[in-house]
């Protein structure tokens, strides 16, 4: 009764003008962070912890008990900034009228509710179970049972969809929800969006599911984040504008979130409107004037508009304040203030920062960081150099002059010196293959892919694979096509597929070929996930002579990966500059062309 009450409670009031209430499903979808908990446990502060995380600032605290035939049921509503308690109502009925219950409680909060979706005790009764159940078969039955009593109650779909996900069985969970939808308007509208929504998503759909999220969205304009993930799936298919609004939407009834002022900024900057996204995170700023966040995504905006000068002081400030605000490492911020430096040309002011950034992950016992000052050196154009010394960083690696022995007591798992070494060389021939590759030397490559396969360890297997499938000989683009297919047979897996499958298409010269991978990958990916991929396909444009549709995937700068250069940062930085430059030649731009052109081949050592 008492999980009951708070569902038709919690259903009634997404109604209500105003107010937005975090259903059950989305405050448990916080439980993979704070830990999971019996939805059923005792005590006012069960939830708590979900419900403050979820951004709440009202908390309703229920009690019910059932006496000489009469249900009585109390709600106290505390304000959770004061922790006071600001409203408290009570409703009395007869002892099976839950659903009245929850009603009467509803409408002394609100005028207009939204109707629960059954009126069928039975069903409600189940599903009630079924939310307190802890066991995945008894969850089902409890849902089967609720569907057997009004087969129009759209939930207990979802949740035998999400069982059978995840239990791996895709096509039965489409299936459920497939029944759902096939008894069209039996079921409440707002029902069978969210049926739609999570349809779409099993099916991959991306744009389906931008349809059904926006049609949600109309159903619960005051659920922020209805709008919010409206605004994601449109950032992840390019559409800045859809986001933008979505988002505005979304702070139209959180006007205080600091996550919705951050991801707008970003939304406004993509949508060409950097103005508005740098008043959004100005109020960002505001509202928590000691966050560092809200300086580094400052920094992020400036260095997308080209204010380079900008981007990195703003760097420098969020590290300042907090070198550990970004994940993957301390002093992200240093790495970042090193490649806005590296884009104005200052080769050696680059590198100063970029030594305080490798200092700093030496100092917080990074033992990569050497070999994060050879990629830097790549990246930068110094290539003969960084190549010599990272052979000769594989070697010392592969061949250590001493050797620890491991001492007594030791568990077993802790790595020797020896097998340290092991990996790092390991590492370091796998990177040496695919900067061969680069060079052009396809039969060093698949040396030093060889060696990094006889050297890998279960830390640097993957790196290992992906430098022999590289290194392979040329091949015309079907072959490569065909050796994707086995090196990554897993369907579930398919945008790792064309991102090893473009990388391998660029990597043998075949620029036009990778532009199906790429486009996939672009498609089904945000920037935010592969920052270098709008230039990547912009080069494959330029191959094919399609400047038009190069020119506005390098008009805003990538955002650089706080963890350091990577692997396959070379491959479009700094190409990004002799992109633009052709681009800009064949726009009659002849000044922008040359300045280009030159910063190219200033950072590129050419």
Not at 74 to 91: F, N, P, W, Y
Not at 274 to 299: E, I, R, T, V
Not at 414 to 443: C, I
Request: aromatic fraction near 6%; charged fraction near 20%.
């Amino acid at each position: 009764m008492g999980r009951a009450l708070s569902e038709v409670l919690s259903t009634e009031l997404s109604g209500a003008p105003g107010l937005s209430v975090i259903s059950t499903g989305e405050l448990h979808a916080f439980d993979r962070n704070l830990g999971a908990r019996p939805i059923s446990a005792p005590g006012i502060s069960a939830e708590r912890s979900d419900a403050l995380a979820a951004g709440a600032n009202r908390l309703g605290y229920g009690e019910y008990s059932v006496r000489a035939g009469r249900l009585d049921a109390r709600l106290s509503i505390e304000d959770a900034h004061t922790g006071r308690m600001a409203k408290v109502i009570t409703v009395s009925t007869a002892a099976n009228d839950v659903l009245g219950a929850a009603t009467e409680l509803a409408r002394q909060l609100a005028t207009r509710l939204a109707p629960y979706p059954t009126r069928n005790l039975d069903c409600l009764r189940a599903y009630a179970e079924a939310l307190e159940s802890h066991n995945a078969s008894d969850t089902a039955a409890s849902l089967n049972r609720a569907l057997a009593a009004d087969p129009n109650f759209g939930p207990p779909y979802r949740m035998l969809a999400q069982l059978d996900a995840q239990r791996g069985d895709r096509a039965g969970a489409i299936a459920e929800l497939d029944s759902a939808l096939a008894r069209g308007d039996a079921i409440a509208p707002i029902e069978r969006a969210r049926i739609a929504v999570e349809a779409a998503a099993l099916s991959g759909d991306s744009a389906a599911r931008m349809q059904a999220l926006a049609a949600l969205a109309k159903l619960e304009p005051a659920n922020p984040r209805t709008w919010q993930t409206l605004a994601q799936s449109a950032m992840s298919r390019h559409d800045y504008r859809q986001a933008e609004d979505a988002y505005r939407h979304a702070l139209e009834q959180e006007p205080e979130s600091a996550d919705l002022l951050n991801e707008l900024g970003y939304a406004a900057a993509y949508a060409g409107d950097f103005n508005a996204g740098l008043a959004a995170l100005h109020h960002y700023q505001q509202l928590g004037p000691n966050d560092a966040n809200a300086l580094d995504s400052l920094g992020d905006l400036n260095l997308l508009n080209g204010h380079l000068r900008e981007a990195e002081d703003l760097y420098l400030q969020a590290n300042k304040r907090n070198p550990n605000v970004l994940p993957g490492g301390p002093d992200g911020d240093l790495f970042k203030a090193a490649m806005a430096r590296l884009m104005t040309g200052d080769i050696a002011g680059a590198d100063d920062l970029e030594k305080k950034f490798t200092d700093a992950r030496a100092a917080a016992h990074d033992s990569s960081a050497p070999f994060r000052e050879l990629q830097w050196l790549w990246l930068t154009g110094r290539r003969t150099e960084a190549y010599r010394k990272l052979q000769a960083l594989a070697l010392a690696s592969e061949h250590p002059s001493q050797v620890t022995e491991q001492p007594t007591g030791r568990p077993a798992s802790q790595p020797t010196a020896q097998t340290t070494g092991q990996a790092a060389a390991s590492h370091a021939y796998a990177e040496l293959a695919v900067w061969s590759l680069m060079l052009g030397d396809r039969a060093a490559a698949a040396e030093m892919a060889q060696k990094a396969a006889s050297l890998a360890t279960a830390a640097t297997g993957a790196p290992a694979a992906i430098s022999r499938f590289l290194a392979q000989p040329s091949a015309p683009a079907e072959e490569w096509s065909s050796r994707a297919d086995r090196f990554i047979p897993n369907p579930a897996q398919d945008m790792v597929k064309q991102q090893m499958l473009a990388y391998a298409l660029l990597l043998d010269g075949q620029v036009k070929a990778a532009d199906a991978p790429l486009q996939r990958l672009y498609d089904a990916t945000g920037i935010a996930i592969n920052e270098g991929l709008p230039v990547l396909l912009a080069w494959t444009h330029t191959e094919s002579g399609d400047f038009e549709a190069a020119a506005p995937l390098l008009k805003l700068n990538p955002v650089p990966p706080h963890t350091g250069v990577n692997t396959f940062m070379p491959l479009y930085f700094p190409r990004i500059f002799q992109l633009r430059s052709t681009v800009a030649a064949k726009a009659g731009k002849t000044d922008e062309a040359r300045q280009d052109l030159e910063l190219y081949q200033k950072l590129s050592g050419k």
